[in-house]
């Protein structure tokens, strides 16, 4: 089974600064059909998460271009520039190459 | 417009059995596989499975095989997981995700208490 280490467990940022996540899969997340099946997803307090990001660095519509997604094989960053008080939350990475597996989550808290 | 609508807050005690549905709307429901996730309170999410709303052909997580079951009413659009012999550690919200993960249910909390 795959194993997604996401780091750090919790984050506390002022607005305006910028932050990074990590997730490392313990296989490499390149598919058969050579695309890589990562996703950031966020979860707003009380609410379903939402995923901001696919296939690594697409984001979602609507998503602001403050959030960017990075990586490859078995290394990825999300990374938020300029927080912003609507960004708080709890981030997953979640991997969708075999099968489905989170991240442990990342609790992102505005200073 | 995607909608994934989940029914309601279920209360049931230990050994009873409970059906959640999700009715999906504003797309071919069996265009799009349906995924299962269990959040526990305060804990993360835990992906619990998938249907193939095609086939109907239910996977399991590991974690999973035994007490849950994967099913559809294709013809309504729904897809519903029925979880039985309820434990206390089953006391968690439920959410179905349309497959890519773009689209989730509002989530469906069940407490298991006697």
């Known amino acids: 089974d795959v194993v997604m280490t996401q780091t750090p467990p919790s984050l506390s940022v002022a607005i305006g600064q910028s932050v990074s996540i990590s997730c490392k899969s313990s296989?490499?997340?390149?598919?058969?059909?050579?695309?890589?099946?990562l996703n950031w997803l966020l979860q707003s307090p009380g609410r379903s998460p939402k995923r901001l990001i696919y296939?690594?660095?697409k984001l979602d519509s609507g998503v602001p271009d403050r959030f960017s997604g990075s990586g490859s094989e078995k290394d990825f960053t999300l990374k938020i520039s300029r927080v912003e008080a609507e960004d708080l939350g709890v981030y997953y990475c979640l991997q969708g190459t075999h099968l489905l597996t989170f991240g442990s989550g990342t609790k992102l808290e505005i200073k | 417009q995607i909608q994934l609508v989940q029914s309601g807050p279920e209360l049931k005690k230990p050994g009873e059995s409970v059906k959640i549905s999700c009715k999906a709307s504003g797309y071919t429901f069996t265009d799009y596989a349906m995924h299962w996730v269990k959040q526990a309170p305060g804990k993360g999410l835990k992906w619990m499975g998938w249907?193939?709303?095609?086939?109907?052909?239910?996977t399991y997580a590991d974690d999973f095989k035994g007490r849950f079951v994967f099913s559809l009413e294709a013809s309504a659009s729904t897809a519903n997981l029925q979880i039985s012999n309820l434990k206390n550690e089953d006391t968690a919200t439920y959410f179905c995700a349309r497959s890519g993960g773009a689209y989730w249910g509002q989530g469906t909390l069940v407490t298991v208490s006697s």
């Open positions: 249907i193939n709303t095609y086939t109907g052909k239910p």
């Open positions: 296939q690594v660095s």
């Open positions: 296989q490499s997340l390149v598919a058969s059909d050579k695309n890589t099946y």
